[in-house]
């Protein structure tokens, strides 16, 4: 009985609100919608950003390469700009880093 009005989309449950449809389909907490293809626009906050303009990814302020949203870890939020690496970021404020060799 349970079973053929789980099919059937009818009501089910202690409340005579409550519907399981058959075509429902469940995410997973880690499921999301793909990203719009293209360049996001993004308002870069402290700790965080917010996303103005749906995108797949940012530019690097310095380098100008591709920074996918998944992967954005460093801005400035004065400036307004993504970072690729670390190294970028102390190279846009000037800081004589050199890398070990």
Same mark, same amino acid.
């Given at each position: 009985?349970?079973? @053929? !009005?789980? #099919?059937?989309? #009818?009501?089910?449950?202690? #409340?005579?609100?409550?519907?399981?449809?058959?075509?429902?389909?469940?995410?997973? #907490? =880690?499921? !999301?919608? =793909?990203?719009?293809?293209?360049?996001?626009?993004?308002k870069y906050l402290d700790?965080?950003?917010?996303?103005? !303009?749906? *995108? @797949?990814?940012?530019?690097?302020?310095? =380098? *100008?390469? @591709?920074?996918?949203?998944?992967?954005?870890?460093?801005? @400035?939020?004065?400036?307004?700009?993504?970072?690729? =690496?670390?190294?970028?970021?102390?190279? !846009?404020? *000037?800081?004589g880093y050199r890398q070990?060799?």
């Amino acid at each position: 009985m349970l079973a @053929s !009005r789980l #099919r059937a989309g #009818r009501k089910v449950g202690p #409340r005579c609100d409550e519907f399981i449809l058959p075509e429902a389909k469940l995410l997973n #907490r =880690t499921d !999301r919608p =793909t990203p719009m293809p293209g360049e996001a626009d993004v308002k870069y906050l402290d700790g965080d950003f917010r996303v103005m !303009r749906p *995108g @797949s990814f940012v530019r690097c302020a310095v =380098t *100008g390469v @591709s920074i996918p949203l998944e992967e954005l870890r460093y801005w @400035s939020v004065d400036l307004q700009e993504a970072y690729a =690496t670390p190294e970028v970021v102390l190279q !846009r404020q *000037g800081v004589g880093y050199r890398q070990k060799t």
